[in-house]
């Protein structure tokens, strides 16, 4: 079959949409519905990656000194701390400094103050904790182990806020890539029903194409095509769809989705992978339906 290029291949698969119209609306209805659930999951997941880990970068722990320490033992002390692996950064915070910063912690309430007599709070070492080592067991295997150091009363790393952290993480991570297997297994089995209407609907003008000698090849592209298309436009109209829902919501209503410079929808670049992932995915399912039908 010589003078049918990809312009052919085009032109039958949209021929194909149009001539099934309805059975394909309803595929890319639910195309789109599928595809809103992963644009979905993509829009908080990529808002609140940046502050989840700003948050990372933030973990402190904090070594409470004992009384009477003196500048040798300190600077001992300090060198050891420096020496772990996972430590950024250690800001020595004398006694006098922790109470004045407590003491505008209490703006407006200095009265709560008032009779203290002598600070009770203890010099301390402030440690900025990397990413990479701010994982919840890291954290708690670190803290024991500077609690144990000759000089360090206690050592506290906001357990609570690292939990919180990790399981949110792990939520992300594993849920995203449950939610994205089920919707691609949805989308291709959309797809490969939807393409197999078409292929029984055409039966006759496909055996009549194999008798003149059609190749394979020749046969099955406009139904490959017509594949991709079904799940390139579902996915292209679930992203406008997200997209017009999301500007407008009023931002209090989303605001736990707000990136650092407000609210931030799908990058072009995560679209545009979005469509190709859709693409890829109908023409999974538009091949599993050709093969079996030629076979």
């Known amino acids: 079959m010589k003078g049918y290029g990809l312009f052919y291949y085009i032109g039958e698969a949209f021929r194909g949409l149009r001539a099934n119209s309805l059975v394909n609306l309803l595929a890319m209805g639910t195309i789109i519905m599928s595809m809103l659930i992963v644009g979905f999951f993509l829009l908080v997941f990529f808002n609140i990656q940046a502050p989840v880990l700003a948050m990372g970068d933030r973990f402190e722990m904090s070594l409470y000194l004992r009384d009477g320490l003196s500048q040798p033992e300190k ?9 772990e692996p996972g430590i950024r950064q250690v800001r020595f915070l004398s006694k006098d400094e922790a109470l004045q910063l407590f003491r505008r912690e ?3 309430q200095e009265r709560l103050l ?15 904790i990397d990413r990479q080592h701010a994982g919840v067991d890291r954290l708690r295997s670190m803290a024991r182990k500077f609690a144990a150091f000759p000089g360090v009363e206690d050592a506290t790393y906001g357990r609570e806020g690292a ?15 449950a939610v994205a297997v089920l919707i691609g297994i949805a989308v291709v089995f959309i797809v490969s ?7 029984y609907s055409r039966g006759q003008e496909i055996e009549l194409m194999q008798w003149i000698g059609a190749t394979r090849g020749f046969i099955q592209g406009p139904f490959l095509l017509e ?9 292209a109209l679930a992203v406008g769809m997200l997209a017009g829902i999301y500007y407008a919501l ?19 670049a995560v679209v545009a992978y979005m469509i190709a992932g859709g693409g890829l995915l109908g023409l999974i399912g538009a091949s599993i339906s050709v093969g079996r039908f030629l076979d």
């Not at 594949?227 to 996915?235: D, E, S």
């Open 75 to 83: 600077d001992f002390l300090l060198d050891q701390i420096k020496a």
């Open 106 to 108: 209490l703006q407006g």
């Open 114 to 128: 008032q009779g203290l007599g002598d600070n009770p709070l203890p010099d301390s070492f402030e440690l900025t």
């Open 163 to 177: 939990e919180v952290l990790s399981g949110l993480l792990r939520i992300v991570t594993w849920g995203g890539l």
């Open 193 to 199: 029903n939807s393409v197999r209407l078409a292929l």
């Open 227 to 235: 594949g991709m298309f079904l799940a390139m436009i579902g996915t």
């Open 250 to 268: 009023p931002q209090s209503v989303v605001f736990f989705l707000a990136g650092s410079r407000g609210l931030d929808f799908l990058s072009p």
